[in-house]
């Protein structure tokens, strides 16, 4: 029997496991600069966006996780993310991001039973109409 109590541990499918170590985390993050932080969560939100729009290969469910519901609100954080920040990240990063934000856009509306009128889809009001 472990000495820890309950409340500091963590449990894990293959049994307990330690408290994460916070501090040291902090440490880690705080020597990541700014530019690779908002270019992963961009990248996070893209990925999860495709997932939502059943973009994923089909032998990884595909289909199965299909929800333009969250894929509108993936897409739309994501724009507002890359406008907000396009001042502080070069085009070197912004330029990739920017293509696959617009091709998720074109996916979504092509996705869409009645798709929206251009400059109404998911994260328009950021970029502006969006056309194929």
């Known amino acids: 029997m472990s000495d ?3 409340s500091d541990r963590t449990e894990t499918a293959s049994g307990p ?3 994460p170590d916070f501090d040291a985390m902090t440490r880690d993050i ?3 600069p700014a530019v690779e932080v908002i270019v992963t969560v961009a990248v996070n939100l893209m990925s999860a966006a495709a997932v939502k729009l059943g973009l994923a290969p089909q032998e990884d469910g595909g289909d199965d996780h299909k929800d333009l519901d969250e894929a509108r ?3 739309t954080a994501l724009a507002g993310l890359l406008d907000a920040s396009t ?3 070069s085009s070197f990063h912004a330029a990739p991001l920017r293509d696959g934000l617009k091709s998720l856009q ?3 509306r092509e996705a869409s039973v009645v798709p929206d009128e251009p400059g109404r889809g998911p994260g328009e009001k950021y970029t502006g109409p969006v056309y194929g």
Do not use: S
């Open 4 to 6: 820890t109590p309950p």
């Open 17 to 19: 496991a330690e408290t």
């Open 30 to 32: 705080a020597e990541v």
């Open 73 to 75: 609100k993936l897409i």
């Open 87 to 89: 001042t502080e990240i």
């Open 106 to 108: 074109l996916a979504f």
